[in-house]
């Protein structure tokens, strides 16, 4: 008894420093979420929706923007656009990114059918710890189509793995669709969920689910095409993506990620080998998060090897990690193995807080704030091409993101000429990099030679003369 009280304790104290460690390491990565330029190019497109500028624009026909996702990502960062400034801005949308994410992760370990119903919330509460320790660290940081579709596609598979009503299929259906409308790619979980019905309960109910997703994703896409006209709708879900080449080095992309490609490989195989047969049994609470891995591996793994294409790619084993750990702590009856679990989680989370922005307890806006200043004291005349959101919040416009310019120039689709000037500033003769900020070379070879470099606070300025009146008119 006396040794069952002990670990008792060490579990509530091991929990209570793990969730006290994620708070930490949240808050960074939150107080971090403005210095990123990634974050600030990709909640540009809820701006645009907001202001009556698509963020679906026509084929070289308005500012050139990274978005070619799904649209639903769009309108659940649409209270970002409150804001008034862009760190505000930003710091809305980081904690609407983080907030979904421990949605969904929590839907899971907190509803995920078990065998026994035995809910235990000690046991779900520990699940939910390691789960937010050993998930992608980038995930929290930056602002990703992925994130929301992940959220909803965890909700969908504990909507289907549960009651089996048709009410409880028809929000799965729907949560399905919603994953499928933030990203593109997530039409392997249709087929996941497809086959485990198959598997599960036959023929029939897999057509009938897959009716309901299909009729639900398009009335999603639909909707879209009527609000933003299916030709640039379609450029920029299809074309675009279709038309990205391959990376030049598909080994040196698998060399580069290779810790990642193992562990989200190896492990769900060998926690799927030692429950052998059982896991794949009809009525097996492995098996939906099983299958949902192993439909999405194959695409996943293809739009990891497109150029510019990363680990992000790679749904299926965080389809499968709090469905595993879930599984595991429940059926795990020995505190000492749930402290072990919780130690784990609590060492992880103990290293993200010492090495994820050491120092950073308060909201990075600094930077922000100077580049507002400098787009306010120079009116048309500077460029951001990483930071669109300071110039939208000092002119009102939205000028072209060099990545976006990138992305159609891999496409072999490049903005030239009319198309490139039109979303430039008029009067351009100033350029801004904040330090340390990416670099495709696109807008620094608008960079006359002879161009004075300067800093200013984070900022370094590359400035010539500016255009004259006839200059400007061409």
């Known amino acids: 008894m006396r040794r069952f009280d002990r670990l008792g304790l060490l579990h509530a104290l091991l929990a209570g420093l793990a969730l006290l460690l994620a708070a930490a390491w949240l808050w960074r990565c939150w107080c971090l979420f403005p210095l990123l330029g990634w974050n600030e190019i990709r909640l540009a497109p809820a701006f645009m929706l907001a202001h009556g500028v698509s963020p679906y624009p026509p084929a070289l026909g308005g500012p050139a923007t990274t978005w070619i996702y799904g649209p639903l990502p769009i309108l659940l960062l649409l209270p970002a656009t409150l804001a008034t400034g862009a760190g505000g801005a930003l710091l809305i949308a980081g904690f609407i990114n983080i907030l979904v994410t421990l949605a969904g992760i929590a839907a899971v370990c907190g509803w995920l059918a078990v065998s026994d119903g035995d809910r235990d919330p000690a046991g779900r509460l520990a699940a939910f710890a390691a789960c937010v320790a050993f998930w992608p660290m980038t995930t929290f940081q930056f602002v990703q189509s992925d994130n929301a579709a992940l959220a909803f596609g965890l909700l969908s598979l504990v909507c289907l793995q549960g009651s089996g009503t048709s009410r409880a299929r028809w929000l799965a259906a729907g949560a399905c669709a919603a994953a499928i409308a933030c990203k593109q790619t997530l039409l392997s979980l249709a087929l996941a969920e497809c086959a485990y019905l198959a598997i599960r309960d036959g023929a029939r109910p897999c057509l009938t689910q897959g009716l309901r997703i299909g009729l639900l994703t398009v009335a999603a896409y639909g909707t879209a095409a009527l609000a933003f006209g299916p030709a640039a709708l379609g450029f920029h879900l299809l074309t675009l993506p279709a038309s990205l080449p391959w990376a030049p080095s598909p080994g040196a992309r698998i060399a580069e990620f290779w810790s990642d490609l193992l562990e989200q490989s190896v492990v769900p195989l060998a926690v799927l080998a030692c429950l052998g047969s059982r896991a794949w049994r009809r009525h097996s609470p492995w098996l939906l998060p099983a299958i949902a891995w192993a439909a999405s591996w194959p695409l996943d793994f293809t739009a990891l090897l497109k150029n510019g294409g990363s680990i992000n790619s790679m749904h299926g084993w965080l389809f499968f990690l709090p469905a595993a750990a879930t599984l595991c702590v429940q059926k795990t009856r020995s505190q000492g193995?749930?402290?072990?679990?919780?130690?784990?989680?609590?060492?992880?989370?103990?290293?993200?807080?010492?090495?994820?922005?050491?120092?950073?307890?308060?909201?990075?806006?600094?930077?922000?704030?100077?580049?507002?200043?400098?787009?306010?004291?120079?009116?048309?005349?500077?460029?951001?091409?990483?930071?669109?959101?300071?110039?939208?919040?000092?002119?009102?416009?939205?000028?072209?993101?060099?990545?976006?310019?990138?992305?159609?120039?891999?496409?072999?689709?490049?903005?030239?000429?009319?198309?490139?000037?039109?979303?430039?500033?008029?009067?351009?003769?100033?350029?801004?990099?904040?330090?340390?900020?990416?670099?495709?070379?696109?807008?620094?070879?608008?960079?006359?030679?002879?161009?004075?470099?300067?800093?200013?606070?984070?900022?370094?300025?590359?400035?010539w003369l500016p255009p004259t009146d006839s200059d400007s008119s061409h």
């Open 337 to 463: 193995a749930r402290c072990l679990i919780l130690a784990a989680a609590a060492a992880m989370l103990a290293f993200r807080v010492a090495t994820v922005g050491p120092g950073v307890w308060q909201p990075r806006r600094q930077m922000l704030r100077e580049g507002e200043f400098l787009a306010r004291s120079l009116p048309g005349q500077i460029y951001f091409p990483w930071h669109p959101l300071v110039t939208f919040y000092a002119e009102g416009r939205f000028d072209h993101v060099e990545d976006g310019l990138y992305i159609q120039t891999l496409a072999r689709r490049p903005a030239t000429g009319a198309a490139m000037r039109a979303y430039l500033p008029p009067r351009l003769h100033v350029m801004a990099f904040a330090n340390l900020e990416m670099d495709w070379g696109i807008a620094r070879a608008l960079i006359p030679p002879g161009a004075q470099q300067t800093t200013f606070g984070a900022w370094t300025l590359y400035s």
